[in-house]
């Protein structure tokens, strides 16, 4: 009788990776926007100070029983990467807070180009702040991404401010906590912990004046603002650890597609002309940037295999 033939558990692995990091991207770009728009009738202060509590309850507890309290005290170390945190921590609450706030206000659709942008502003911060150098594709895809968004600004009238202080926000966030080599989950833990007195303080005035009474449903809802926050990024970690870079960063485009899609096709929110040429010049600058990526990463391999 024939046996059945199993996987290799070095392909079992990439798999399993491969679908924690599709997971993860994909509860970014389509289960949180669904998720924060149930609570639209919330304000985004709000809805953020539930995501601080929550978030610190169960990363709180997951930390404790896996890593034990010391851990926490090794990631922060001394008050010079406490400063660090402080600002880490600013950074993600602005994130935070715009984002939730475009989800409320239907600008769902600038949003998801906040998220494009992202890794080409990561470029430029590499350049900028590692003295990382650009090579002609690279240039070429940064330069066609800025004629895109000053396509929409012209047309437009205005800043896209949703989408530039999406991108600039979680870009530097990504940069400093690049830089001081932050644990994930420690900082996410760290940088919630240094949020609750402020988010509790916000909530308890709630309760004081009567503006914080919610039915059992939302309040329900609001206490998944933890999970909805932790879970996809330890989704991320494991798939991070064992997949290649570039298959990572072709992946995080699942999100921000998400975001578009659900924005045009459920939410109702305009996609314009002028949205089409900006996210076309994106697209477009994306596809050089990821074809370089893909190419250096291959001669690099084949470099070091000759080696």
Same mark, same amino acid.
């Given at each position: 009788?024939?046996?059945?033939?199993?996987?290799?558990?070095?392909?079992?692995?990439?798999?399993?990776?491969?679908?924690?990091?599709?997971?993860?991207?994909?509860?970014?770009?389509?289960?949180?926007?669904?998720?924060?728009?149930?609570?639209?009738?919330?304000?985004?202060?709000?809805?953020?100070?539930?995501?601080?509590?929550?978030?610190?309850?169960?990363?709180?507890?997951?930390?404790?029983?896996?890593?034990?309290?010391?851990?926490?005290? &090794?990631?922060?170390?001394?008050? &010079?990467?406490?400063?660090?945190?402080?600002?880490?921590?600013?950074?993600?609450?602005?994130?935070?807070?715009?984002?939730?706030?475009?989800?409320?206000?239907?600008?769902?659709?600038?949003?998801?180009?906040?998220?494009?942008?992202?890794?080409?502003?990561?470029?430029?911060?590499?350049?900028?702040?590692?003295?990382?150098?650009?090579?002609?594709?690279?240039?070429?895809?940064?330069?066609?991404?800025?004629?895109?968004?000053?396509?929409?600004?012209?047309?437009?009238?205005?800043?896209?401010?949703?989408?530039?202080?999406?991108?600039?926000?979680?870009?530097?966030?990504?940069?400093? &906590?690049?830089?001081?080599?932050?644990?994930?989950?420690?900082?996410?833990?760290?940088?919630?912990?240094?949020?609750?007195?402020?988010?509790?303080?916000?909530?308890?005035?709630?309760?004081?004046?009567?503006?914080?009474?919610?039915?059992?449903?939302?309040?329900?809802?609001?206490?998944?603002?933890?999970?909805?926050?932790?879970?996809?990024?330890?989704?991320?970690?494991?798939?991070?650890?064992?997949?290649?870079?570039?298959?990572?960063?072709?992946?995080?485009?699942?999100?921000?597609?998400?975001?578009?899609?659900?924005?045009?096709?459920?939410?109702?929110?305009?996609?314009?002309?002028?949205?089409?040429?900006?996210?076309?010049?994106?697209?477009?600058?994306?596809?050089?940037?990821?074809?370089?990526?893909?190419?250096?990463?291959?001669?690099?391999?084949?470099?070091?295999?000759?080696?």
């Amino acid at each position: 009788m024939a046996h059945p033939i199993s996987a290799p558990a070095g392909d079992r692995s990439t798999a399993t990776a491969f679908a924690a990091a599709l997971g993860s991207f994909l509860i970014w770009g389509l289960v949180n926007p669904v998720y924060f728009k149930l609570l639209g009738g919330i304000g985004p202060v709000e809805i953020v100070a539930h995501r601080v509590v929550w978030t610190v309850v169960l990363v709180g507890i997951a930390v404790l029983a896996l890593r034990g309290p010391m851990a926490v005290v &090794r990631g922060v170390g001394s008050w &010079r990467r406490l400063g660090i945190f402080i600002v880490t921590t600013l950074l993600v609450t602005v994130n935070w807070t715009v984002f939730i706030w475009a989800i409320g206000n239907n600008r769902l659709v600038e949003s998801s180009l906040g998220y494009y942008i992202n890794p080409l502003v990561n470029v430029l911060l590499g350049v900028l702040f590692l003295s990382e150098r650009l090579n002609r594709n690279q240039i070429a895809a940064v330069v066609i991404a800025g004629l895109g968004v000053g396509s929409l600004v012209l047309s437009y009238g205005s800043v896209p401010w949703v989408a530039l202080s999406l991108a600039i926000s979680f870009g530097f966030y990504a940069l400093i &906590r690049k830089k001081a080599a932050i644990d994930p989950v420690i900082g996410l833990l760290v940088e919630t912990l240094l949020l609750v007195p402020f988010a509790l303080t916000y909530l308890l005035t709630l309760g004081w004046d009567g503006s914080f009474g919610h039915t059992v449903g939302t309040s329900l809802l609001l206490t998944l603002a933890g999970p909805m926050t932790a879970v996809p990024l330890l989704l991320f970690m494991v798939g991070a650890a064992k997949l290649k870079l570039s298959t990572v960063g072709l992946l995080q485009y699942v999100g921000p597609t998400g975001q578009l899609l659900l924005g045009v096709l459920v939410y109702g929110e305009a996609f314009t002309q002028a949205h089409a040429i900006a996210f076309a010049c994106i697209w477009v600058a994306l596809m050089v940037f990821s074809a370089d990526a893909f190419t250096t990463h291959r001669a690099a391999k084949a470099a070091a295999a000759a080696e």
